[in-house]
């Protein structure tokens, strides 16, 4: 590829002395002058770039791929704190899902021009620190262990160990619960339906605690039903050997059902503030 003088002109004054790269720079380059490839793969690794990848480039072809890498995923206040604010990117509230699209635009515009290897690194090393913090129990989409975890704070239930099937937690009575949730995106009826219940018939949980998410993980309504219900108005599906639940808006109309939304919204904003949550008493 042939540059000509123009061109390297204008990327030495627009690209070369950008913030990012000088901050890159900052972090790679000795005293000397030279590059420190040990430097570049320590950076990388801290923003969870595999460097390795590119070992067997020469040493400018490592900087401009680890670099390009780099440039997608490294918050912009992380080099360049004159901004005063943290990267647009992750602050701007997230935009509508457009109704009926495959390939919908992301919330979060850096991760358009990521990998597949690179999200799903990163979804590893978000789920690696919720579990961390007591978030998650799991290494497994996050989701359901969310709900578990709301639920418990909410009501100081205690949650089961992994490895029961019938059941998630149950309170200080003895009472069991159930914990299913949905992340709803794109308002298609299917959405609604419950993960598949088990041996539904025998009781093994007597309430089922079940919360639908917004898109943006924010707690839409939340309900405790009783088994009975549960078992009344969920099908049988015979090649999956389970039953199957819609939590559509009719549920908490149902007599019995326990409207508990409030209690989950604050358990949610208590934990996002990273404060304790006050233990909802006056439900189950």
Do not use: C
């Amino acid at each position: 590829m042939h540059f000509t003088q123009e061109q390297r002109d204008a990327w030495h004054a627009d690209t070369r002395n950008s913030p990012f790269n000088r901050w890159l720079r900052d972090h790679t380059v000795g005293p000397d002058g030279l590059l420190n490839l040990d430097s570049l793969r320590s950076v990388a690794a801290e923003f969870g770039v595999d460097a390795e990848k590119y070992a067997h480039l020469n040493a400018g072809q490592q900087r401009m791929n680890v670099g390009n890498r780099l440039r997608r995923v490294v918050p912009r206040h992380v080099y360049d704190p004159g901004s005063n604010q943290m990267d647009a990117q992750l602050i701007r509230p997230p935009a509508p899902i457009p109704a009926a699209t495959e390939h919908a635009p992301s919330d979060w515009p850096f991760m358009v021009n990521a990998t597949t290897s690179d999200l799903l690194r990163m979804q590893a090393a978000a789920i690696e620190e919720l579990r961390r913090r007591g978030v998650v129990r799991t290494g497994n989409a996050p989701l359901g262990d969310y709900a578990e975890h709301l639920f418990a704070r909410a009501f100081h239930w205690k949650l089961t160990p992994n490895s029961a099937t019938s059941y998630d937690a149950e309170n200080g009575d003895g009472i069991r619960f159930q914990i299913k949730a949905r992340r709803l995106r794109t308002e298609a009826p299917g959405e609604r339906q419950l993960g598949v219940m088990r041996a539904l018939p025998d009781a093994g949980f007597d309430y089922l605690a079940a919360v639908l998410f917004n898109r943006d993980f924010s707690v839409r309504r939340a309900a405790l039903v009783p088994h009975a219900t549960v078992l009344a108005r969920a099908v049988h599906v015979r090649h999956v050997n389970g039953w199957r639940f819609i939590l559509d808006d009719a549920v908490w109309l149902l007599e019995g059902v326990q409207d508990v939304t409030s209690s989950l919204r604050s358990a949610a904003d208590a934990l996002n503030e990273g404060v304790v949550s006050g233990a909802s008493r006056d439900l189950i």
